[in-house]
């Protein structure tokens, strides 16, 4: 059987887009996804509009912690996306590395934070079948 992919998202507080995407990478992904978040200069919390908004869809964030890049390991990634840190964001080393340009939606009422929760759900899908297409099953391995 291969091996899980391995997704990390970075945003730069680790508090809201790229806590969204670590759970939608969970619920697309199921055991064939192991998925981290982290930051380049972590807030400490997860934002309350986004455990609202994710729980709007089934999707308890409440037990998320944002945290920084030096307590994501060091084992290899499949692919870093990064949403909007650009400069603050460091090198992590993966196989693919991506920018989403995805709007900062800490300060939107909840029906266009709603729509970048789904925005960022639909770029996860895409992405988790883009690996998963490319990386077919080792037959009789």
């Known amino acids: 059987m291969p091996h899980p992919l391995r997704l990390l ?8 887009r ?3 995407a670590e759970a939608w990478a969970r619920v697309h992904g199921g ?7 982290s930051g380049s200069k972590p807030s400490g919390l997860v934002n309350p509009k986004a455990i609202t908004s994710m729980a709007e869809v089934g999707i308890d964030l409440s037990d998320h912690r944002s945290k920084g890049l030096d307590e994501i390991g060091s084992e290899p990634w499949d692919a870093v996306v990064t949403m909007g840190c650009g400069d603050a ?9 991506l920018d989403w340009a995805i709007p900062d939606p800490k300060l939107m009422q909840p029906a266009e934070f709603g729509e970048v929760r789904d925005l960022i759900g639909k770029h996860v899908r895409e992405l988790i079948d ?6 077919p099953a080792e037959a009789g391995a």
């Open 130 to 135: 883009a690996i998963t297409a490319e990386t």
């Open 9 to 16: 998202f970075v945003c730069v507080e680790n508090s809201c």
């Open 89 to 97: 964001c460091p090198h992590v080393p993966a196989k693919h590395r």
């Open 31 to 37: 055991d064939g996804v192991v998925a981290e978040s």
């Open 18 to 20: 790229s806590q969204m």
